[in-house]
């Protein structure tokens, strides 16, 4: 069904089943699942999803696109339609039927940072996630330490999962065309990290004032936001790195060392 796509809403729909049967591939949809669709639209990757008998909540923020999708729901009794901003749903209100829920979803691209960072707050309740986003972006992602796309997102996506890049989607895909490239990423959301962080507030303060500051060293950026009163010894030789040169360990590490001789 068509829809005349909304430029403010990141609407770029999937024209193309080859890819949106290897998105859900990807995904690899088990009966049984509950999966959270984010931005379902007019329902290209749910009628893929339905085929795999799990509950499917599809949530979605423009109401002529949820019309369609209720329209699929008459004849769907496994799938439930939300017309809300995902970054107003709570995975942990929804009453799912297994937890933890599985992720998947082409998302608006004007927003793929902010639904990031909603998925990280709620990561004990993911199991994993198969995401579209601009490639530009799923690159810093899976970006390793002294490269230039290492940065907050890269360091915030490898402390809740493993992430990996699935494959690239040229803009022919889509309706309207993006102006950029696109890429399907899996992260495989796990605890082991996270749960090492004595204080998270202090951890995400490190990791965002620090990159802030990039260009300087890890005292200059330390100093900046006011955290290099009392350095242990333990930090020295870190000091001299810039905070692009630091793997996600050795923020965990100096994030702990900090609060410990806070
Ligand atoms: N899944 C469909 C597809 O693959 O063709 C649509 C993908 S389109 C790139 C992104 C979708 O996210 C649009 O349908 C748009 O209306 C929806 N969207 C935009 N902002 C949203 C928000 N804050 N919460 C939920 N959905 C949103």
Request: proline share 6%; glycine share 4%.
């Amino acid at each position: 069904m068509k829809l005349h796509p909304k430029k403010s809403l990141g609407q770029n729909f999937l024209t193309d089943p080859n890819t949106a049967c290897k998105i859900v591939r990807a995904l690899d949809p088990q009966p049984g699942d509950s999966i959270i669709e984010i931005g379902a639209g007019t329902g290209v990757l749910t009628r893929h999803l339905l085929a795999c008998d799990a509950e499917i909540i599809a949530v979605e923020i423009d109401e002529r696109a949820t019309a369609i999708l209720d329209e699929i729901a008459l004849d769907a009794p496994n799938l439930r339609v939300l017309q809300q901003d995902i970054l107003d749903v709570d995975f942990r209100a929804l009453g799912i039927r297994a937890t933890p829920c599985r992720i998947i979803g082409n998302l608006p691209y004007y927003l793929t940072s902010q639904i990031l960072f909603h998925l990280f707050d709620q990561a004990e309740v993911i199991k994993d996630a198969v995401l579209m986003m601009q490639k530009e972006v799923a690159e810093r992602l899976t970006a390793h330490p002294r490269t230039k796309q290492y940065g907050i997102l890269s360091v915030m996506a490898q402390l809740y999962s493993d992430v990996t890049m699935s494959f690239t989607v040229p803009p022919t895909v889509f309706t309207p065309k993006p102006r950029v490239m696109s890429a399907v990423l899996h992260l495989a959301f796990h605890t082991s990290r996270v749960a090492r962080i004595r204080n998270m507030d202090v951890f995400r303060r490190i990791v965002r004032g620090t990159f802030g500051k990039r260009r300087k060293t890890m005292l200059n950026c330390l100093k900046h936001i006011e955290m290099a009163d009392h350095l242990p010894d333990t930090l020295t030789p870190y000091l001299g790195c810039r905070p692009e040169e630091l793997t996600v360990d050795d923020f965990i590490f100096l994030a702990n060392e900090i609060v410990t001789h806070d």
